[in-house]
C-alpha cells in the first residue's frame, strides 16, 4: 500500500536533524563579506516550522553573543575545541580531532 503525504513531513524534519549550525553572511558595500549571525538548530520542528536559536547576532554592525546554545556539545569537546570558551570568546580551541 502506498501512502501519500506531503513530502515536507519527511523533508523538513531531515533536514533540520541533519544540519547544527547556520552562519549567514552578508555581502558589504566594498564587496567584503561579513558574518552577520550564527544560529543553532536543535533538530526539532514543530508544525513544520524548524525550531532556531541565535548564538551571535547582529547588533550595530558588530556580531554579538545572543542566548542560543549550539546542539551536541559533546562534538566539539571530541574535536579539540572549549566550546564554552569559544562562545564567551576567551579560547580560539585547538581543533584537534580526536577520532
Known amino acids: ?3 501519500n503525504y506531503p513530502r515536507r513531513l ?3 524534519p531531515t533536514v533540520a536533524a541533519s544540519i547544527d549550525l547556520v ?9 567584503s563579506r561579513r558574518i552577520r549571525e ?3 538548530l536543535p533538530g ?3 508544525s513544520g516550522v524548524v525550531e532556531a536559536a541565535d548564538i551571535f547576532t547582529s ?8 542566548q542560543g546554545y549550539p546542539p551536541h ?10 566550546l564554552p570558551g569559544l562562545l564567551a570568546g576567551t579560547r580560539t ?3 584537534r580531532h580526536q577520532g
Open 1 to 3: 500500500m502506498v501512502v
Open 10 to 12: 519527511f523533508v523538513v
Open 23 to 31: 552562519v549567514q553572511i552578508g555581502m558589504e558595500h566594498d564587496g
Open 38 to 40: 550564527i544560529v543553532a
Open 44 to 46: 526539532r520542528v514543530e
Open 59 to 66: 547588533v550595530d554592525g558588530k556580531l554579538v553573543r545572543a
Open 73 to 82: 556539545p559533546d562534538r566539539f569537546e571530541r574535536a579539540g575545541y572549549d
Open 93 to 95: 580551541g585547538t581543533g
